[in-house]
């Protein structure tokens, strides 16, 4: 579908207000109103703990308003996102669900409010291209809200509301901030929960044409489960790849007899990308580099063609439950700040100003003393390409002059810190609900399965699992070394052994190694970048130096970088920038 075509089903309303107000949307919103306030809808909004298939959305809202004006929000549930005109005060909201799985902008231009789900609805004189929204996009492979490519256009961020003022000032809270109170319930009274919780947000998404992304890992296996259990036969898709490096089929194959799924998997050929590559990278409302992308919209088109028009996504449970390595790598770093000064003097002035050093022991032990030195969550982003290159070496003097470098970071501290616990786990899980899932994963996956044709759901992040969560205790959720503890005891019995013990893998994406391999994907890739080179963005010899380093050294990791740039010109050139 090309941007034009998203144009074309745009509906538009206009509300006069102080100024006016347009929005503009590619889906029809519900709209519910009365005397005090209009209420629209994107999504399914929900009340909180209800279990039943009652359908719930502006009316429900509208009503929640009425009688719990001050805490309306913890009533409600669900994926949706939300404008509320309050008549009396004279007050537009935009409001975000708990995970921001609804996108939302707007901007205010020549006194005219403009709210949208798009930004491709945007009037041509409100798109003037952000270059702060590119350092962003390279700096995290895509664009954090509130930030966006475009200057004086915003996003509403996961589990917010922006509010704007009848005299146009523009404010915001953080609405969602569940609270931590771990519970003391016995471990099988908590595992026994857990799986009631992830059964019902499975079931609550069920239809006779849906199906299962499936790549064998714990959360796309639970939710296959669950399906299977409940519906026959239960259709799973996986992606493969002809590279054992990539290719974790196997693990989707053992779930899908494991529990009797249609499974079907399709293998990828670097030709598929050759032939996508423009038209995924120009889908996406703002710059895109989440490379896994590719692999999500071929799975989302091979589904499509067997007839699915709803599939489940296992997205969610590693930021709920502590399933990614950082989580244990940062904790153990933890250990050396939490250690007496005098202790951290000691080592510091051993291993970092001594000879010892040098040596082959006494080198990891100095990286890990520096490494842990920097505090979270900046530790987080130690191996980011745009801290292993000095700024000065990849962009343009004229581009740096236009951008505040410490955004990103500052965005990151600030989320972190609105987290309301003293855990650095729990905090970095609530930093992950906004930059993992909410701006990267969410956007990779409902977009891909937009544009193949097929809407998606996500029942690990229904909001009542994710509070769920926040009542295990960290030491459950990661104990030692050991990834997802509470939630592998859980599944214990219902999830194939080999399936808990594996890796964690996902949709990956191969594009370095494919590069390599393709003269026709290099060639495509090198003309792009020699376009790029133009727009006086990066610097031209670290445009080469990332392709000799691909070539000469790491494939995987350079590839990545030349992925982000390729993918941020193909975009430009997609809106005619």
Same mark, same amino acid.
């Given at each position: 579908m090309?941007?034009?075509?998203?144009?074309?089903?745009?509906?538009?309303l206009?509300?006069?207000?102080?100024m006016?107000?347009?929005?503009?949307?590619?889906?029809?919103l519900?709209?519910?109103?009365?005397s005090?306030?209009?209420?629209?809808?994107d999504?399914q909004v929900r009340?909180y703990g209800?279990q039943s298939?009652?359908?719930?959305n502006?009316?429900?809202l509208l009503?929640?308003l009425m009688? @719990?004006p001050?805490?309306?929000?913890?009533?409600?549930?669900?994926?949706f996102?939300?404008i509320?005109?309050?008549?009396q005060?004279g007050i537009v909201?935009?409001?975000?669900?708990?995970?921001g799985s609804?996108?939302?902008y707007?901007t205010?231009h020549q006194?005219?409010?403009t709210?949208?789900? @798009?930004?491709?609805?945007l009037?041509?004189e409100?798109?003037?291209?952000?270059?702060?929204g590119i350092?962003n996009?390279c700096?995290y492979?895509?664009?954090?809200?509130?930030?966006t490519?475009?200057?004086?256009?915003?996003?509403?961020?996961?589990?917010?509301?922006?509010?704007l003022?009848?005299l146009?000032?523009?404010s915001?809270?953080?609405l969602?901030?569940?609270?931590?109170?771990?519970?003391?319930?016995?471990?099988?009274v908590?595992?026994k929960?857990?799986?009631s919780?992830?059964a019902?947000?499975?079931?609550?998404?069920?239809?006779?044409?849906?199906?299962a992304?499936?790549?064998?890992?714990?959360? @796309?296996s639970?939710?296959?489960g669950v399906?299977?259990?409940?519906?026959?036969?239960a259709?799973t898709?996986?992606i493969?790849?002809e590279?054992?490096q990539?290719?974790?089929?196997f693990?989707a194959?053992?779930? @899908?007899r494991?529990?009797?799924?249609?499974?079907?998997?399709?293998?990828?050929?670097?030709?598929e990308?050759i032939?996508?590559?423009?038209?995924?990278?120009?889908?996406?409302?703002?710059?895109f580099g989440n490379s896994?992308?590719?692999?999500a919209?071929s799975?989302a088109t091979f589904?499509?063609?067997?007839?699915?028009?709803?599939?489940m996504?296992?997205?969610?449970g590693d930021?709920?439950?502590a399933?990614?390595?950082?989580?244990?790598?940062?904790?153990?770093?933890?250990?050396?700040?939490n250690?007496?000064?005098?202790?951290?003097k000691l080592l510091?002035?051993?291993?970092c100003?001594?000879?010892?050093?040098?040596?082959?022991?006494?080198?990891?032990a100095?990286?890990?003393?520096?490494q842990?030195?920097?505090?979270?969550?900046?530790?987080?982003?130690?191996?980011n390409?745009?801290?292993r290159?000095?700024?000065e070496?990849?962009?343009?003097?004229?581009?740096?002059?236009?951008?505040d470098?410490?955004?990103?970071?500052e965005?990151?501290?600030?989320?972190?810190?609105q987290?309301?616990?003293d855990s650095d786990?729990?905090?970095?899980?609530?930093?992950?609900w906004?930059?993992?899932?909410?701006d990267?994963?969410l956007v990779?996956v409902?977009q891909m399965?937009?544009?193949?044709?097929?809407?998606?759901?996500?029942?690990?992040?229904e909001?009542?699992?994710?509070d769920?969560?926040?009542?295990?205790?960290p030491?459950?959720?990661l104990k030692?070394?050991?990834l997802?503890?509470?939630?592998?005891?859980?599944?214990?019995g219902?999830?194939?052994?080999?399936t808990?013990?594996?890796?964690k893998?996902g949709?990956?994406l191969?594009?370095?190694?494919?590069m390599s391999?393709?003269?026709?994907?290099?060639?495509?890739?090198?003309?792009?970048?020699?376009?790029?080179?133009?727009?006086?963005?990066?610097?031209?010899?670290f445009?080469?130096?990332?392709?000799?380093?691909?070539?000469?050294?790491?494939s995987?990791?350079?590839?990545?970088l030349?992925?982000?740039?390729v993918?941020?010109?193909?975009?430009?050139?997609s809106?005619?920038?």
């Amino acid at each position: 579908m090309t941007t034009t075509q998203r144009k074309h089903r745009c509906n538009e309303l206009l509300f006069e207000w102080s100024m006016p107000v347009v929005i503009k949307s590619l889906c029809s919103l519900d709209m519910a109103q009365n005397s005090d306030f209009v209420v629209l809808v994107d999504g399914q909004v929900r009340q909180y703990g209800n279990q039943s298939d009652v359908a719930y959305n502006a009316e429900f809202l509208l009503g929640q308003l009425m009688d @719990s004006p001050q805490d309306y929000y913890q009533k409600l549930a669900g994926f949706f996102s939300a404008i509320i005109f309050d008549k009396q005060q004279g007050i537009v909201s935009l409001i975000s669900d708990h995970i921001g799985s609804k996108s939302l902008y707007y901007t205010l231009h020549q006194d005219r409010l403009t709210i949208t789900d @798009s930004l491709d609805l945007l009037d041509a004189e409100q798109k003037t291209l952000n270059p702060q929204g590119i350092f962003n996009y390279c700096f995290y492979h895509c664009i954090a809200a509130p930030t966006t490519i475009y200057k004086e256009v915003f996003k509403v961020e996961a589990g917010q509301c922006v509010e704007l003022s009848k005299l146009g000032r523009i404010s915001s809270q953080v609405l969602y901030q569940p609270t931590y109170d771990y519970s003391s319930e016995p471990r099988e009274v908590l595992h026994k929960q857990c799986r009631s919780l992830i059964a019902q947000a499975v079931k609550r998404h069920i239809s006779t044409d849906c199906g299962a992304f499936l790549s064998g890992g714990l959360d @796309s296996s639970t939710v296959a489960g669950v399906l299977a259990k409940n519906t026959n036969p239960a259709r799973t898709f996986s992606i493969g790849f002809e590279s054992k490096q990539f290719d974790e089929s196997f693990y989707a194959r053992l779930t @899908s007899r494991h529990f009797n799924t249609e499974h079907h998997c399709h293998v990828m050929q670097p030709n598929e990308l050759i032939d996508n590559f423009r038209s995924v990278a120009g889908y996406f409302d703002q710059p895109f580099g989440n490379s896994s992308a590719m692999a999500a919209y071929s799975c989302a088109t091979f589904a499509k063609e067997h007839g699915v028009a709803i599939l489940m996504a296992g997205d969610g449970g590693d930021e709920i439950f502590a399933g990614n390595e950082r989580y244990a790598k940062q904790t153990a770093f933890e250990h050396f700040n939490n250690a007496p000064i005098a202790i951290q003097k000691l080592l510091n002035g051993l291993f970092c100003a001594t000879p010892l050093g040098k040596l082959p022991l006494g080198s990891k032990a100095a990286s890990y003393i520096n490494q842990a030195k920097t505090p979270l969550p900046d530790r987080l982003d130690n191996y980011n390409f745009l801290n292993r290159f000095a700024l000065e070496q990849i962009f343009s003097a004229k581009f740096l002059s236009q951008i505040d470098p410490q955004q990103p970071v500052e965005q990151k501290r600030k989320r972190f810190s609105q987290a309301q616990s003293d855990s650095d786990l729990e905090r970095m899980l609530f930093l992950d609900w906004k930059f993992t899932l909410a701006d990267n994963d969410l956007v990779k996956v409902s977009q891909m399965c937009a544009m193949a044709g097929v809407e998606v759901c996500y029942p690990l992040l229904e909001k009542e699992l994710v509070d769920f969560s926040c009542q295990i205790d960290p030491s459950e959720k990661l104990k030692g070394n050991d990834l997802r503890y509470f939630f592998k005891q859980a599944v214990t019995g219902f999830l194939a052994d080999k399936t808990l013990t594996k890796e964690k893998h996902g949709f990956g994406l191969p594009f370095g190694l494919w590069m390599s391999e393709s003269e026709e994907l290099m060639t495509m890739a090198t003309e792009t970048l020699a376009a790029m080179a133009k727009r006086d963005i990066f610097n031209l010899d670290f445009i080469e130096l990332a392709l000799e380093k691909h070539q000469s050294e790491h494939s995987n990791y350079y590839g990545e970088l030349v992925w982000i740039v390729v993918v941020l010109e193909l975009w430009l050139e997609s809106r005619g920038l």
